[in-house]
C-alpha cells in the first residue's frame, strides 16, 4: 500500500503562489506515475498535472499551463505542485495521486490507484 500525504495548501491572494507537496510512505513511488487532481464544492474532481516515473514527461491542465510546475524528488519520495499567479478559480481541495505505471500517463482519475486526503488551495480576489 501506498499512503500519500499533502501539505502546503493554504489562502492566498489573487496572484500568489503556493507550493503544494506530497509525502508518500508504505512504498517507493519512484515507478509510479504522479499526479495532481483538484476539486472545488459541487464540481468533479478535475486533472492538473502528471508527471511519468521517470520525471521525463510532464502534462497539464490548459487551464494551469504557463503557471503551475509539478516535479518530485525520488530520493525524497515526493511530489510537488509549484502554483503561480494563482486566481480564484484556482480554488479548490489538492488531491496527489500515484499511478503504477502499468501504461503511459493519464489524465483520467479512475485510473490512479492511490489517493491523498487533500489539502485546501483558497485564493482570495
Known amino acids: 500500500q501506498v499512503q500519500l500525504v499533502e501539505s502546503g495548501g493554504g489562502l492566498v491572494q489573487a496572484g500568489g503562489s503556493l507550493r503544494l507537496s506530497c509525502a508518500a510512505s508504505?512504498?517507493?513511488?519512484?515507478?509510479?506515475?504522479m499526479g495532481w487532481f483538484r476539486q472545488a464544492p459541487g464540481k468533479e474532481r478535475e486533472f492538473v498535472a502528471v508527471?511519468?516515473?521517470?520525471?521525463?514527461?510532464?502534462y497539464y491542465a490548459d487551464s494551469v499551463k504557463g503557471r503551475f510546475t509539478i516535479s518530485r524528488d525520488n530520493a525524497k519520495n515526493t511530489v510537488y505542485l509549484q502554483m503561480n499567479s494563482l486566481t480564484p478559480e484556482d480554488t479548490a481541495v489538492y488531491y496527489c495521486?500515484?499511478?503504477?505505471?502499468?501504461?503511459?500517463?493519464?489524465?483520467?482519475?479512475?485510473?490512479?490507484?492511490?489517493w491523498g486526503q487533500g489539502t485546501q488551495v483558497t485564493v482570495s480576489s
Open positions: 508527471i511519468s516515473w521517470s520525471g521525463g514527461n510532464t
Open positions: 495521486a500515484a499511478d503504477r505505471a502499468l501504461t503511459d500517463v493519464s489524465k483520467l482519475a479512475r485510473l490512479y490507484d492511490y
Open positions: 508504505g512504498r517507493t513511488v519512484s515507478r509510479y506515475h
